[in-house]
């Protein structure tokens, strides 16, 4: 019943006429920044971010998380389109959406990811309405200890769950640890690593890394391997899919959905992980294996569905612990302490309308997905013919842009300048640069849990294993670490990832 | 493929975290430890530190034992131009001004791409961005942006 109560309560915020507005212009300009190739959901995030600031908080939440999912939609469609996965989670919806759209079913294809994402989306909605406030109560017992132990257990699963090699997962996540500490030490009020710069006396933000090497960092990678695409584009028809390819699709959808739910919550999981197992889930039951990569309509629909289903449960452990599980909800996060909300078990208590006003509006989002992108698509057609070589030189300038107006300081420029060159040397090292973002927005987060917990147990360190609740994580953590450090866990992990091909 | 060993992707990333971690490191030799109990600001970025270069190592250690892929060829003339065009925007900005940082910062940047060429459709385009920018983010969402720079007298 309660439930019923926080999403009426969350219903007449989101429907307030300006808070709608908000969501549907965070679609549409998600979407559209989206498809453009090479621009994933991080890089269309961080670049829109300034464009909230002036807004009130529950607006910019609202309208970020509408940039959210139009960011992802349009990468599923940049993918279906013209096989330019714009992010990882895209990857696997290229694999059989392009071979669809070459068939001349591109509309079916599109159609089909809409769908799917939409009934994920309810879905994963009402997951969140019930669990998120079991899960806020649970997190108020948590002291340091616990936090700190749930940060390790986050970090290892993000290791777990990297791509590439698990040495340079870790390596990235002890670098983005220890630059998250630049700045001034909370506790001692002593500047650290910042070379006696008062520019960095606060610390870098993270939208001037993450648009460094997500942003200028892909763009050199794009120009590396700079192809003439010729845009296999003949006008998208045939959107209303048929009565039959509903019936074929709802299986995948129902699965997708599923199992997108649960790896979202998980840390260092959400969209990109869930749509690669519901592919490789999809390829194992379906009856003709033989047509995936060949343009099978379940290769699209299950994908699709676990992405968006995982993109939206992502938002559990972020709303209610206060932790990341991916760079997008770090992100997000960033965005709600610059707008003065502390994220934690307390906003759901102490910001009932903002908490729940965004929960509803993630549906309302979605609906505007639907309802919006299938008519557009001529215009977001439009958008992805664009080459690339007009398109990055306007990425740049407002990457540039929004970076300085994030303290309007010139000095940010550079800083963005450096992570840019940084992205790249990354990139051509097979450093994933995922884990260093959560290490970066973590990094300060876990040192003062950890020097609280310490400064209660007196220096005693088996604080953490003593209390039930952190040791349990600490244990999940351990079993994680050895099972993929086990030589054939190891080698199915690869073939796993090997599959994206 | 074999791969020489100075071309392995492990060695070089290697290196890069041995330099990070020794940098933390040698920076943050004079921050005050503290005891386990009472950590001075110090102790957590000196352990991650240690961490980082034991990290650098094994991925070191293991070009050597292990065949590995090659880096490959540096896309220089991107890199520069876009990491250059990036920068001598943030330089023109106070200077200049608004207007010739980004005419500096698209036509560098620009440069980077094979199939550039100034021809009218894209000077059209260059236009349209500026003005683009002007009316959005000056006017409209008021960034405090200079227009024209202390060259021009303002």
Known sequence: ?501 | MRSQLLQKKDLWAGVLYIAFGTAAFWIGRDYPMGTSGRMGAGYFPTVLSVVLVLIGCLSVARSFLRDGDAVGAIAWKPLGLIVGATALFGLLLQTAGLIVALLGLVLLSAVASQHFRLDLKASIGLVLLVGFCVLVFVRGLGVPLPLFGSWFGE
């Open chain 1, 1 to 501: 019943m309660e439930t019923v109560a926080n999403l009426w309560l969350g219903l007449e915020t989101a429907l307030s006429f300006w808070n709608l507005a908000y969501c549907m212009i965070g679609v549409l300009l998600g979407t559209a920044i989206g498809v453009l190739p090479g621009l994933g959901p991080v890089a269309t995030i961080a670049m829109l971010l300034p464009v909230t600031f002036g807004l009130p908080p529950v607006s910019a939440l609202i309208m970020l998380a509408g940039i959210y999912y139009g960011a992802q939609y349009g990468g599923s469609t940049t993918a279906i389109l013209v096989n330019l996965p714009g992010e990882s989670s895209s990857v696997v919806t290229a694999l059989d959406g392009y071979q669809m759209a070459r068939q001349g079913k591109a509309g079916k294809a599109l159609a089909t990811a809409a769908i799917g994402s939409f009934f994920a989306g309810t879905v994963a909605t009402i997951l969140l309405a019930i669990f998120a406030p079991p899960l806020a109560d649970l997190a108020l017992k948590f002291g340091p200890a616990e936090y700190f132990s749930l940060m390790v257990l986050g970090l290892v699963a993000s290791i777990v769950l990297a791509h590439g090699s698990l040495l340079h997962a870790f390596g990235m996540i002890i670098l983005g640890l220890i630059l998250g500490l630049i700045g001034t030490d909370v506790n001692s009020g002593m500047t650290r690593f910042t070379f006696d710069l008062p520019q960095m006396a606060d610390g870098i933000g993270f939208v001037i890394v993450a648009m460094g090497v997500f942003g200028l960092g892909e763009i050199i990678g794009n120009l590396e391997n700079e192809s003439t695409r010729t845009v296999m584009l003949k006008s998208v028809t045939g959107l209303m899919p048929t009565r039959q390819d509903l019936k074929r699709i709802a299986a995948p959808v129902l699965r997708g959905t599923a199992l997108g739910s649960m790896l979202g919550i998980l840390p260092g999981g959400g969209a990109m992980l869930a749509s690669f197992a519901a592919y490789t889930l999809e390829k194992k039951v379906s009856r003709h294996p033989e047509q995936f990569g060949k343009g099978a309509i379940e290769g699209v629909a299950g994908p699709e569905s676990a992405n968006n289903a995982g993109a939206q449960t992502s938002f559990i452990p972020m709303l209610t612990l206060g932790i990341p599980s991916n760079p997008v909800m770090a992100l997000m996060i960033g965005a709600m302490i610059m707008q003065g909300i502390q994220p934690g078990p307390s906003v759901m208590t102490e910001q009932p309308v903002l908490f729940w006003g965004l929960i509803v509006s993630m549906w309302i989002g979605n609906l505007f997905l639907l309802v919006l992108n299938l008519p557009l698509i001529g215009l977001w057609v439009r958008m992805i013919s664009v080459p690339y070589h007009f398109l990055y030189p306007a990425i740049l300038v407002f990457c540039a842009i929004g970076v300085f107006s994030l303290n309007n300081a010139t000095f940010d420029v550079y800083l963005m300048a450096i992570f840019g060159f940084l992205g790249y040397v990354f990139r051509k090292l097979d450093c994933e640069p995922a884990p260093m973002l959560l290490g970066f927005i973590l990094g300060p987060m876990m040192e003062e849990h950890l020097r609280r917990a310490m400064l209660i147990s007196k220096g005693d360190a088996t604080v953490f294993l003593s209390r039930p609740i952190s040791a349990t994580m600490l244990v999940i953590a351990l079993i994680l670490l050895v099972t993929v450090l086990a030589p054939a866990v190891r080698r199915k992990r690869e073939e796993a990832f090997q599959e994206e091909g």
